[in-house]
């Protein structure tokens, strides 16, 4: 492999390991902070012994994401030096204010609410976590502000061979990040939410607590079904505004090489980039015109056209993406988003029967459904990213340009191992300690502070 290849397939390994922890600490710090609120209206006990069984996943999990994302930020300086020195005057705006206002913002209250439970006022307390909470959502509305700027450069000029910024505001309400963060907020509540239901699904089937995991399923489906319907919708405007600033990514989504008014949604398609052409296209007439225009008739571009328009603006070069990788994770993320709709549909018709808490087959459904997010999160990230190709910063810096030109492919390889061995490592820790913390108890109350302190 050259230093090219190497150097993306070792960026993609840690965003893509880091981001399972991302989404689901944003929608379970929610459900905790949601459990504690009715505990502090109700003051009922099974709302307190709920909010701390699921507080103490939600603080390994948290732990997780911080050590992951740290390795992230490295790389840029280590094998994209280049695209560092291009965007750094914009990109480590937003990185920075993530850092310095969300992070610190969660690290600070997570503090408090973990040493604070018997010391502070039970409002203070209740506060500290919906902060932590807030501030997720904080740090990953900074963190799209950095990527929606790779996706659609705003606010800036070039000077020098860089990009400088001349518009904050423009960065900072960029109408990319605007699509993009309300989809990856219901996307995150959709995984915190399978979360806690495949973990109260797991307690229930060992007859464990019942009463206590009833409740907490019931939470999490109304968050779960809520959140599944609503990300439908945003995943919908976010598809509108990909077809009008990223045609590309489009076509390459729906494999569509040919210009077509109107344009066929593609169900199935054998995809031969050689050839460019897709083969055994399985198509439902007119649905690509609505997804991408919200009407019947408007033509979408194909990626042969395309490809000669981006020859003319840009020069020479191939301009089209990884079609089929793009091609199939988004019919996975969007087949796990129906999916998703349907069994938390499921999960309300039992708890209207009265036998949600009772339905084995149900819940050893969401045992394995549970898992499902974190494969629907990843391939839309690969739709995101991998869509964008060539380039790292969409019609001004190429992905082969961002390269360090001092950094050769054994160190790539060398670090790529490190970072993956580490990783491995704390993929056993962490399943290790939610394993000793979630799995059935006669008692669901975990261990006291010291014994949780100790376990860490």
Same mark, same amino acid.
């Given at each position: 492999?050259?230093?090219?290849?190497?150097?993306?397939?070792?960026?993609?390994?840690?965003?893509?390991?880091?981001?399972?922890?991302?989404?689901?600490?944003?929608?379970?710090?929610?459900?905790?902070?949601?459990?504690?609120?009715?505990?502090?209206?109700?003051?009922?006990?099974?709302?307190?012994?709920?909010?701390?069984? *699921?507080?103490?996943?939600? %603080?390994?999990?948290?732990?997780?994401? =911080? +050590? $992951? !994302?740290?390795?992230?930020?490295?790389? @840029?300086?280590?094998?994209?030096?280049?695209?560092?020195?291009?965007?750094?005057?914009?990109?480590?705006?937003?990185?920075?204010?993530?850092?310095?206002?969300?992070?610190?913002?969660?690290?600070?209250?997570?503090?408090?609410?973990?040493?604070?439970?018997?010391?502070?006022?039970?409002?203070?307390?209740?506060?500290?976590?919906?902060?932590?909470?807030?501030?997720?959502?904080?740090?990953?509305?900074?963190?799209?502000?950095?990527?929606?700027?790779?996706?659609?450069?705003?606010?800036?000029?070039?000077?020098?061979?860089?990009?400088?910024?001349?518009?904050?505001?423009?960065? *900072?309400?960029?109408?990319? %990040?605007?699509?993009?963060?309300?989809? =990856? +907020? $219901? !996307?995150?509540?959709?995984?915190?939410? @399978?979360?806690?239901?495949?973990?109260?699904?797991?307690?229930?089937?060992?007859?464990?607590?019942i009463e206590l995991f009833s409740r907490a399923a019931r939470i999490a489906l109304i968050v779960t079904g809520v959140s599944a319907i609503a990300a439908a919708t945003t995943g919908h405007s976010q598809a509108q505004y990909t077809a009008r600033s990223q045609p590309m990514k489009i076509a390459a989504m729906e494999g569509l090489w040919e210009t077509e008014g109107p344009a066929s949604f593609s169900l199935f398609a054998i995809q031969d980039e050689a050839k460019r052409t897709g083969e055994r296209n399985l198509r439902l007439p007119y649905l690509l015109s609505v997804l991408a225009h919200n009407n019947l008739t408007t033509p979408v571009d194909g990626m042969k056209e395309l490809q000669a328009q981006y020859e003319q603006k840009y020069g020479p070069g191939d301009y089209i993406p990884p079609v089929t990788v793009v091609y199939w994770a988004f019919r996975i993320m969007v087949g796990l988003g129906m999916l998703f709709i349907a069994v938390s549909l499921l999960g309300f018709v039992f708890w209207w029967r009265g036998t949600l808490d009772r339905a084995t087959p149900f819940l050893r459904l969401l045992l394995v459904v549970m898992f499902l997010p974190f494969v629907a999160n990843t391939a839309g990230w690969i739709v995101t990213e991998m869509g964008r190709q060539p380039w790292i910063v969409y019609g001004l810096l190429k992905t082969a340009n961002g390269l360090s030109p001092s950094v050769g492919g054994i160190s790539i390889w060398i670090s790529m191992t490190v970072f993956t061995c580490i990783y491995g490592a704390l993929a056993v820790i962490g399943g290790i300690l939610i394993y000793r913390f979630a799995r059935p108890k006669p008692d669901a109350e975990l261990p006291t502070e010291e014994e949780a302190a100790h376990a860490y």
């Open positions: 492999m050259d230093t090219l290849i190497l150097g993306r397939w070792q960026f993609g390994i840690t965003t893509v390991y880091h981001f399972l922890f991302v989404p689901l600490t944003i929608g379970l710090g929610f459900l905790v902070a949601v459990m504690q609120s009715i505990h502090y209206r109700t003051g009922n006990d099974l709302y307190r012994r709920m909010t701390q069984f *699921f507080g103490r996943l939600f %603080v390994i999990l948290f732990t997780l994401g =911080v +050590v $992951t !994302g740290i390795v992230q930020e490295f790389q @840029f300086g280590m094998n994209w030096s280049e695209y560092s020195r291009f965007v750094g005057d914009i990109f480590g705006i937003p990185l920075a204010i993530e850092a310095l206002l969300a992070f610190f913002l969660e690290s600070t209250f997570l503090g408090l609410w973990l040493f604070g439970r018997d010391r502070l006022p039970k409002w203070l307390h209740l506060v500290s976590i919906w902060c932590v909470s807030i501030g997720t959502l904080i740090s990953a509305y900074w963190i799209l502000v950095a990527n929606a700027w790779m996706q659609v450069p705003v606010g800036y000029h070039l000077q020098n061979g860089r990009a400088e910024l001349t518009d904050f505001v423009a960065v *900072f309400l960029n109408e990319r %990040v605007l699509a993009q963060y309300q989809h =990856v +907020v $219901t !996307g995150s509540l959709i995984t915190g939410g @399978f979360f806690v239901l495949g973990i109260s699904a797991w307690q229930l089937i060992a007859g464990r607590n």
